[in-house]
């Protein structure tokens, strides 16, 4: 019972018990028979894992009080992972190192944007503060720079991966056709 008050009283514990009933209830619904007995249902219950991880990164923020490196990194990483879902939904070519560079820099954007928000709304600390730390390297690198490392490191991966494919068996029989000539 105290437990339970307690989940009551306290706003951020709320958040996070929501967010963990979400998340016991696609446990409980990803096993095979769930999935049959769902049906189509089945992937309408599970779209609502876009909501937790909002919860889940909401209840990271209002947990922390005051230093919110690390909630500010998981939304980052979050807005990094959601805008990468958003793209292969707009049917955008994810092995393109364009469209992922140009995600890594938004996400980095918004990131940098959810850090100045916060320290904005919930502590009243002067914009330009938040910026000059943004672009201060001496005492630590910011979460936005963090994910745009992030990024950019996927898109570095897919450049690399794209130049190292090998050729498909037409081009190889073109290749030994010439070879031979």
Do not use: C
Not at 58 to 66: G, L, R, T
């Amino acid at each position: 019972m105290r437990v339970a008050s307690e989940i009551a009283l306290r706003f951020y514990l709320t958040i996070g018990f929501v967010a963990l009933l979400g998340l016991l209830a696609l446990g409980a619904t990803s096993t095979d028979a769930a999935i049959r007995r769902l049906g189509g249902n089945w992937q309408r219950l599970h779209r609502i894992v876009y909501g937790i991880g909002l919860l889940a990164t909401f209840h990271f923020f209002i947990q922390s009080k005051a230093d919110v490196y690390e909630p500010t990194l998981m939304a980052g990483l979050f807005i990094l992972l959601m805008l990468l879902r958003l793209a292969h939904w707009r049917g955008f070519p994810l092995a393109s190192p364009l469209v992922l560079g140009s995600i890594a820099v938004l996400a980095a954007l918004a990131t940098a944007a959810v850090e100045f928000a916060w320290y904005g709304l919930a502590t009243g600390v002067p914009p330009g503060r938040v910026l000059a730390a943004n672009l201060q390297f001496a005492f630590s690198i910011r979460p936005a720079w963090w994910v745009l490392a992030t990024g950019l490191g996927a898109a570095a991966a897919a450049a690399a991966r794209s130049q190292l494919r090998t050729p498909d068996a037409g081009q190889r029989g073109r290749r030994a056709a010439r070879a031979t000539a």
